[in-house]
T-cell receptor, first 112, second 113 residues
Framework: SQTIHQWPATLVQPVGSPLSLECTVE??????LYWYRQAAGRGLQLLFY??????ISSEVPQNLSASRPQDRQFILSSKKLLLSDSGFYLC???????????FGQGTRLTVV | GDSVTQMEGPVTLSEEAFLTINCTYT??????LFWYVQYPGEGLQLLLK?????DKGSNKGFEATYRKETTSFHLEKGSVQVSDSAVYFC????????????FGKGTLLTVNP
């Protein structure tokens, strides 16, 4: 069966520090991968999606970047965090032939 | 572009009350429609889905019917429980955009005993 792992679960980082959140999927090949952000009291905002290794599409201009160095690995990064980067970050995957997406447990990021 | 509009929350109900959360959409082609649920501090879980017009998705007592004529996918449950307290998201994957998932803003449901 397929599983998705996302870590860390919580993170507190100072303003100006770098960020790296990692997401891996097991049990499938060539998945579509997604990073979403959920700010407090707001809905889900799609940040990045990837349909293959090295292929990243950005939905909104921002202080973040994403990379997909391996087929089932998706990384969200920042060189210098801003206060506004605080939120709940969710990784998700979808099988190329499938319909629904499956989500990780999320990372609660607080920038102080 | 694709969009999903769902009713503003929060919604507060007593146990065993009837629940409706409205969801309407705009999309190109023939989208697949979903309801996801998010329990406190957790990621999203798929609750139900429908992939074509007139399909009814159902799970855990929740139901939603894909209405193409009204571009709607309203979530219903006949008798809610305290354990149903969560945030509910309506979402679509458009046939015109094979990769993107578009979500509504979410509706917080609180069920009191």
């Amino acid at each position: 069966s397929q599983t998705i792992h996302q870590w860390p679960a919580t993170l507190v980082q100072p303003v100006g520090s770098p960020l790296s959140l990692e997401c891996t999927v097991e049990g499938t090949s060539n998945p579509n991968l997604y990073w979403y952000r959920q700010a407090a009291g707001r809905g889900l905002q799609l940040l990045f999606y990837s349909v293959g290794i090295g292929q990243i599409s950005s939905e909104v201009p921002q202080n973040l970047s994403a990379s997909r160095p391996q087929d089932r690995q998706f990384i969200l990064s920042s060189k210098k965090l801003l206060l506004s980067d605080s939120g709940f970050y969710l990784c998700a995957w979808r099988d190329f032939e499938g319909t629904e997406a499956f989500f990780g447990q999320g990372t609660r990021l607080t920038v102080v | 572009g694709d969009s999903v509009t769902q009713m503003e929350g929060p919604v507060t109900l007593s146990e065993e009350a009837f629940l409706t959360i409205n969801c309407t959409y705009t999309a190109t082609g023939y989208p697949s429609l979903f309801w996801y649920v998010q329990y406190p501090g957790e990621g999203l879980q798929l609750l139900l889905k429908a992939t074509k017009a007139d399909d009814k998705g159902s799970n855990k007592g929740f139901e939603a019917t894909y209405r193409k004529e009204t571009t709607s996918f309203h979530l219903e449950k006949g008798s809610v429980q305290v354990s149903d307290s969560a945030v509910y998201f309506c979402a679509l994957r458009s046939g015109g955009s094979n990769y993107k998932l578009t979500f509504g803003k979410g509706t917080l449901l609180t069920v009191n005993p």
